[in-house]
């Protein structure tokens, strides 16, 4: 994991030299809808659950950026197990903004990520996942250096299997964030 973040990082950074490129950290939250599916059914549970984002970005806010996002959800239904905690999850998204004006720069990104759940049935403590996410959003700058960032996302999830004889779960989020980025 640590040579994709590496690797990602450096990617960004043949973009990011051409630009004003600064680092950047912001923190959110957001509300997302995520509906459950498997291959054998499409009428599962749906869960509205709350989310904290804390990201590190490095980028331009009017080009090109990279941010690693590190995500907690605290879960509102029991939906593999009887006792499913709060998941914690890590993505990666690559921003391409654009220079609307001086007061709204709109974005499309798109993204990857993982993470885990702790469970408790006869097999599994934890449940690990993947994801696929794309989005739009603007940054709206506040002061030089603190910005609001609105964005809405879809996000394909991919859980593991529960038990050895029901296939995995996989689920289709919406998700409206709001949070506040400071640039140095």
Do not use: C, W
């Not at 912001?26 to 599962?44: I, K, N, P, R």
């Not at 239904?77 to 001086?102: E, P, T, W």
């Amino acid at each position: 994991m640590k040579k994709i973040i590496l690797f990602v990082m450096l990617a960004g950074s043949v973009f990011a030299y051409q630009y004003d490129a600064k680092f950047y950290m912001g923190v959110g939250g957001a509300y997302q809808d995520e509906s459950f599916t498997t291959d054998l059914d499409s009428t599962q549970t749906q869960n509205n659950p709350t989310v904290g984002i804390l990201k590190f970005g490095y980028g331009d806010i009017k080009a090109y950026s990279i941010e690693i996002l590190l995500n907690y959800v605290m879960i509102d239904q029991k939906v593999f197990s009887d006792d499913d905690n709060d998941k914690y999850g890590l993505d990666i998204a690559f921003v391409k903004a654009f220079n609307f004006s001086k007061y709204f720069y709109p974005y499309a990104r798109a993204g990857f990520g993982g993470g885990e759940m702790k469970i408790k049935n006869a097999e599994n403590n934890k449940l690990g996942f993947s994801s696929f996410n794309v989005g739009v959003g603007s940054y709206i700058p506040l002061f030089s250096h603190l910005e609001l960032e609105v964005n809405y996302e879809y996000r394909f999830t991919s859980y593991e299997e529960v038990v050895q004889s029901q296939p995995g779960l996989q689920s289709h989020i919406n998700q409206l964030y709001v949070g506040i980025n400071t640039r140095f």
